[in-house]
């Protein structure tokens, strides 16, 4: 059974930081490239940052600068560290998994981020 668990989200204010957290288990994991993404209310999930099987990187034009993916393949896990926090950076964080080579791809169930100003 496939599963990708978030965790790492909670309250913070306008400026500080959280580090975000995606364990992935019943994959082969270094086979995944590796994405977060966020829904605020009222709005589309959008990619925040992503993560090639390869370790190559990608960030939303909002995130960049502010956000670091990283990942560990020993560890399944794939992390997101958010620094500069901005009120607009509230939503829930999902991770997603996307198989390198096939159109196979998981979502983990979210975690809460709120950033109060």
């Known amino acids: 059974q496939v599963q990708l668990v978030e965790s790492g989200g909670g309250l913070v204010q306008t400026g500080g930081s959280l580090r975000l957290s995606c364990v992935a288990s019943?994959?082969?994991?270094?086979?995944?490239?590796m994405g977060w993404y966020r829904q605020a209310p009222g709005k589309q999930r959008e990619l925040v940052a992503g993560i090639t099987s390869d370790g190559i990187t990608n960030y939303a034009d909002s995130v960049k600068g502010r956000f670091t993916i990283s990942r560990d393949n020993a560890k399944n896990t794939v992390y997101l560290q958010m620094n500069s926090l901005k009120p607009e950076d509230t939503a829930d964080y999902y991770c997603?998994?996307?198989?390198?080579?096939?159109?196979?791809?998981?979502w983990g169930k979210g975690t809460l981020v709120t950033v109060s100003s």
């Open positions: 997603k998994a996307d198989h390198r080579s096939w159109t196979i791809n998981y």
């Open positions: 019943g994959i082969t994991f270094r086979f995944y490239a």
